[in-house]
T-cell receptor
Framework: GQQVMQIPQYQHVQEGEDFTTYCNSS?????IQWYKQRPGGHPVFLIQ?????EVKKQKRLTFQFGEAKKNSSLHITATQTTDVGTYFC????????????FGKGTLLTVNP | EAGVVQSPRYKIIEKKQPVAFWCNPI?????LYWYRQNLGQGPELLIR????????DSQLPKDRFSAERLKGVDSTLKIQPAELGDSAVYLC????????????FGPGTRLLVL
């Protein structure tokens, strides 16, 4: 079955530093979604990437889909304390395997 | 627009007892999902409904778990009997069945089995 790996598992940064989390799939993807889950909260949709090499930006967040559609990254510029939470990638397989598989997430903590 | 509603928010039961979780999706969302999230892990899909039909229940442990969505709106997930390993957060999500298919998650039910 589809394997999804996210690294790092944890990341602690000083406020103002940049942060990047990476997501890798064992199979080629149809698309990939990113979610954020605040401590004690539920996952909240951030974005979906569909096209090979696609790059999307949301203010300080930059999302990238790999050329082979097997990996993705989320980069946060100049982190703020409001960025604290766990960032999950959710991978949708291609063809008949259309299930959305979540990674284990990267927990980001920010020291003010 | 109201979000996905789940109840109860917390449940503590003893092992071998039954438990049920209820979900009311966002109005108009045909697709409903039940996920289980263990501590430090991502959500794992248990079952997906398109209207009343369970279109993907391959990850549902059918010996003890059951789910229903009788009128294509609300849904109930049941565990009988519960085991210690069932302690987790049970998340319900809903989405439109087309387009971006953004999944909107409810607050979850935190289950503790003693």
């Amino acid at each position: 079955g589809q394997q999804v790996m996210q690294i790092p598992q944890y990341q602690h940064v000083q406020e103002g530093e940049d942060f990047t989390t990476y997501c890798n799939s064992s199979t080629t993807l149809s698309n990939i979604q990113w979610y954020k889950q605040r401590p004690g909260g539920h996952p909240v949709f951030l974005i979906q990437l569909v096209k090979s090499g696609e790059v999307k930006k949301q203010k300080r967040l930059t999302f990238q889909f790999g050329e082979a559609k097997k990996n993705s990254s989320l980069h946060i510029t100049a982190t703020q304390t409001t960025d604290v939470g766990t960032y999950f990638c959710a991978c949708r397989g291609g063809g008949s395997n259309y299930k959305l598989t979540f990674g284990k997430g990267t927990l980001l903590t920010v020291n003010p | 627009e109201a979000g996905v509603v789940q109840s109860p928010r917390y449940k503590i039961i003893e092992k071998k007892q039954p438990v049920a979780f209820w979900c009311n999706p966002i109005s108009g969302h045909n697709t409903l999902y039940w996920y289980r999230q263990n501590l430090g892990q991502g959500p794992e899909l248990l079952i997906r409904y398109e209207n009343e039909e369970a279109v993907d229940d391959s990850q549902l442990p059918k010996d003890r778990f059951s789910a229903e969505r009788l009128k294509g709106v609300d849904s109930t997930l049941k565990i009988q009997p519960a085991e210690l390993g069932d302690s987790a957060v049970y998340l319900c999500a809903s989405s439109w069945p087309w387009g971006v298919e953004t999944q909107y998650f409810g607050p979850g039910t935190r289950l503790l089995v003693l």
